[in-house]
């Protein structure tokens, strides 16, 4: 689960890391009063909180919104309702959100801090040792991931102690590393700690600071932040649940979130796809495309497939308008495969069955399910193996073309 | 022979009064797994399908000699359990519960070093020797005995290649289902290598993930070796632009966007046969079986 950059300087800031001034703001006249409160004479950061990175490269849609990115720097007051106008309401799309972009819904004015230096720090486990680790970097004006392709060697990788966090010595590495001046170390440390400490106390996937400025006086600010958390552990971070924003879903996966199940949307393509595994739907994605054609959507329902719960999948995906043919491919440990062709049956018969459906089962009772399927007369063709089942399929849609 | 589990196993099922527990131990059971206690605490001293229950793993372990685990507790309660199975000197521990936390998996990862315990998921579908053996819910009609060692990172997929190996006439030796998670307790370099000595295992299957290197590991240990059987390998995710991202830190720790053509060419280069498609894995097994015939 990821939060809002407002959200994140919050909780960072309650663990010691500096933060700029701000407030959030739904409305231009709002936005006018946060900017008034936090910085009175200026100038600010107007900023749009979309969940994604880059937003400062992004551009809106909407040609209402003008030409500017969703970080604007503004310095004087009236340009503030102006520009809040411009943003709010508009989509913002960058390299991370793809075509589509994300709504803005709210923007954070924050008092614009001027800073001599600016640096990336992010926090995340390294799943391979395992360790939690601490990413330090200067990078160029190419960005952070320029330097990771390139010139690894110029990040530093700590691994900290889960537990305690980074030593001393380790911070003091990070100090040189950056060449920041001896009067930085308590605020390079009081960014370090307070990164591992939220990362802990708040079962933290990911804190990213991208970037953290270091001003004249060599003091360490938290320019934009950002966090992601472990949905395994929402259960014990109710201070957490609460800030998931269902406006940053779409409409799909949020439907699909509610039966347990993971609904991705894809940009282009024509194909939906039902599965039981992650793995499943990439190697099945894979087979479409090696065919010529694209998955637009992919459904995984995970285990515990049941009849009620294969049919709310199903309607799902079948009310998807860009699908134009749909892939069940289901290998359960004891997925009772009759069950599966009753719930496929429901769902086909209430909402409607437009598009070419192949379906392709492994498990307990699959000839009795293979029985159910044909005597629905219901246009349903079975499948022996994955790539039978793409093949079918395939052939499927492009007669109906 | 076989790895990590066999006939001899003695079995114990952590949170055996469970539901789910209780479906999958009677089938385990039946299937021959040599199952000796449960543990749930709190009812120690009951005997739940003829199988006596203890109140801890040590007690268990004192009575029973059991020497590995089957884990059916709940996401939340896996940390403890581990524990209890680490104090009492287990060999294997074999984790199902899907859901547990990330931080808790890295205290199970410091609690389990410099410890004989080896663990296994968790998000697995277990381990299973075909005809001795079945630690998990494996679907156990589908496996037959056979010279064919399957690891794997995702659970549908280890259905798949089983499904192949069956396909080119081969069934398996034992079949390993590493967990889909983020943190897992076992790669795939300590199973690799008991395959690689285990008498009965002829050629192995490995199914990659995107994420995480350790497919990238697990090809230089391979590389590295003087004596190899053949490793046929797969990894889905070309026609991935995956998940909703967020922020860079992902990519920068793994030195840019990993792609599974990556992790491909890294395997094919230390000498491992890589199959595009899952469904290739039969013909490949069939020409390394009719080629050593």
């Known amino acids: ?401 | 022979m076989s790895i990590l589990v066999n006939k001899n196993t003695r079995v114990l099922v952590q949170g055996i009064t469970g539901t789910q527990a209780s479906f999958h131990v009677r089938r385990s059971v039946d299937y021959g797994t040599n199952v000796v206690a449960g543990v749930t605490p709190g009812k120690g001293g009951i005997s739940y399908m003829d199988i006596p229950v203890f109140n801890t793993v040590s007690e268990a372990v004192k009575e029973t000699q059991a020497n590995a685990s089957v884990m059916f507790v709940p996401a939340k309660a896996v940390k403890s359990a581990l524990k209890d199975a680490v104090d009492a000197g287990l060999e294997l521990v074999v984790c199902i519960a899907d859901g547990v936390p990330i931080k808790d998996m890295m205290e199970i990862r410091h609690i389990l070093s410099g410890t004989p315990t080896k663990f296994i998921g968790p998000n697995t579908p277990g381990i299973i020797t075909p005809g001795e053996a079945r630690l998990g819910i494996f679907p156990e009609n589908i496996l037959q005995k056979g010279k064919v060692g399957i690891i794997s990172r995702s659970s549908t997929l280890t259905y798949e290649a089983v499904l192949e190996t069956n396909r080119a006439h081969q069934g398996q030796s034992t079949v390993i289902g590493l967990g889909d998670d983020m943190v897992i307790g076992m790669d795939f370099i300590p199973p690799l290598e008991m395959f690689m000595n285990d008498s009965e295992t002829e050629a192995v299957v490995i199914i990659g993930q995107l994420d995480g290197a350790f497919e990238e590991m697990c090809a230089k240990y391979y590389a590295d070796l003087s004596y190899k059987k053949p490793v046929i390998s797969f990894v889905a995710g070309n026609a991935i632009p995956f998940g909703h991202k967020m922020g860079y830190a992902g990519d920068v720790i793994a030195q840019g966007k990993v792609t599974a053509e990556d992790k491909k060419d890294a395997m094919k280069q230390a000498g491992m046969i890589v199959v595009d498609d899952i469904n290739d894995i039969h013909k490949k097994l069939l020409d390394i079986f009719n080629g050593n015939d």
């Open chain 1, 1 to 401: 689960m990821n939060i809002h950059e407002y959200q994140a300087k919050k909780i960072l800031s309650r663990f010691g890391v500096l933060i700029p001034e701000g407030r959030i703001a739904y409305t231009p006249n709002e936005a006018k009063n946060a900017a008034i409160s936090v910085f009175p004479r200026g100038p600010w950061m107007l900023k749009a909180q979309i969940q994604s990175g880059a937003r400062e490269k992004g551009h809106f849609i909407e040609e209402t919104a003008g030409k500017g990115g969703g970080i604007r720097l503004i310095k004087k007051r009236r340009e503030i309702i102006k520009a809040a106008k411009q943003m709010l309401g508009a989509t913002l799309c960058t390299p991370q959100t793809g075509p589509k972009g994300k709504p803005v819904g709210r923007i954070y004015v924050e008092a614009f801090v001027k800073v001599k230096k600016k640096f990336y720090a992010a926090m995340i486990i390294d799943r391979v040792i395992p360790a939690l680790t601490l990413l330090i970097c200067e990078p160029d004006e190419k960005g952070i991931l320029d330097v990771a392709v390139h010139h690894p060697d110029k990040i530093l990788k700590l691994n900290l102690n889960l537990e305690k966090g980074a030593r001393k010595t380790q911070i003091e590495k990070a100090r040189k590393f950056l060449n920041l001046p001896e009067r930085s170390f308590p605020y390079l440390r009081n960014l370090i700690s307070g990164m591992h400490k939220a990362f802990i106390s708040c079962d933290a996937t990911m804190i990213e600071i991208n970037p953290a400025g270091v001003t004249r006086w060599g003091r360490i600010v938290a320019l934009d932040a950002k966090m992601s958390f472990d949905n395994n552990a929402l259960y014990r971070q109710p201070n957490i649940a609460v800030l998931q924003d269902e406006y940053e879903s779409e409409e799909r996966e949020i439907k699909a979130a509610k039966f347990g199940f993971k609904y991705s949307d894809f940009d282009g393509g024509s194909i939906g796809c039902i599965v039981n595994g992650d793995g499943i739907a990439l190697a099945a994605m894979d087979l479409i495309r090696k065919n010529g054609m694209d998955t637009t959507c992919f459904l995984n329902v995970k285990g515990g497939v049941d009849k009620d719960k294969i049919a709310a999948g199903i309607k799902i995906i079948m009310t998807n308008p860009r699908v134009e043919g749909i892939l069940i491919n289901i290998l359960g440990g004891f997925l009772r495969c009759n069950l599966l062709a009753e719930g496929i049956v429901s769902a086909a018969s209430e909402v409607g069955l437009n598009v070419p459906l192949v379906v392709r089962f492994e498990g307990t009772n699959k000839e009795e399910a293979t029985e159910i399927l044909q005597t629905s007369k219901l246009p349903i063709i079975i499948a022996d193996n994955m790539e039978d089942s793409v093949d079918k399929l395939i052939a499927a849609v492009k007669e109906t073309d």
